[in-house]
């Protein structure tokens, strides 16, 4: 059982699994930091080896991280397997959707040349828009990250996880982040 972070790249699915985890004393993996662990930097993986090996790797290593950790976020498209969409459907895992304007996903971007399949806004939008239909089908919920502080996102998972009664939320305390947890480089509201 954990819960799962999907979305658009850029929406926030890195920051705020890493942080939610760290606010709930949870295990953490971001499958993209896995895979770079194993197999180097995705930005050099795709354009040697292309991307239908990135997406064969990257389905091994989803598959293993859902099995083992209990927060996971994913890559953008690793939504596009069949396998992990009919896995992220079952009872076992609490989606989260993490979803942002494209002029929120235009700061954020401009000027970063880290993401091979992700050359400007316009891509991002074509990108989005051929995976929305999936995005929205596999979420349990939807928060929009755009132009909010990471804080307020993550106060939204953990009010999520109690209404769910998830156990996650069991064993942490019960007070909500305010603006004094901001963390270096992260939006102020
Ligand atoms: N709520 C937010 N406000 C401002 N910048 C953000 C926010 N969430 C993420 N970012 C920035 O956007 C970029 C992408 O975030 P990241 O967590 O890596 O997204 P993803 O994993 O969905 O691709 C990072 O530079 C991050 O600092
Ligand atoms: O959307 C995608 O196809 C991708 C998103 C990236 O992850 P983020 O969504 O964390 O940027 C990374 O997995 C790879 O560059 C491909
Ligand atoms: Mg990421």
Known sequence: MSLVFIGPPAAGKSRAGKRIARRLDATFADTDKL?????????????????????????????????????????????????????LA????????????????????????????????DSWVETYNSRKEIYDRLADITIDTSFRPMWQVVNDVRRFLKNIDSPLVA???????????????ELVD
């Open 171 to 185: 064993k942490a305390s019960d007070t909500e982040l305010t603006a004094e947890d901001t963390e270096p480089g």
């Open 90 to 121: 079952s009872e076992d895992h609490n989606v989260v959707l993490l979803v942002a304007s494209p002029k929120a996903i235009e700061e954020r971007i401009s000027g970063k040349t880290n993401r091979p399949l992700l050359s400007g806004i």
């Open 35 to 87: 895979f770079a662990r194993d197999h180097g930097a995705i930005h050099d993986f795709i354009p040697r080896e292309g991307e239908a090996e990135f997406r064969r790797i990257e389905r091994e290593v989803v598959a293993n991280a859902l099995r083992e950790y209990e927060i996971v976020s994913l890559g953008g498209g690793a939504i596009l397997n069949a396998d992990t969409q009919a896995e």
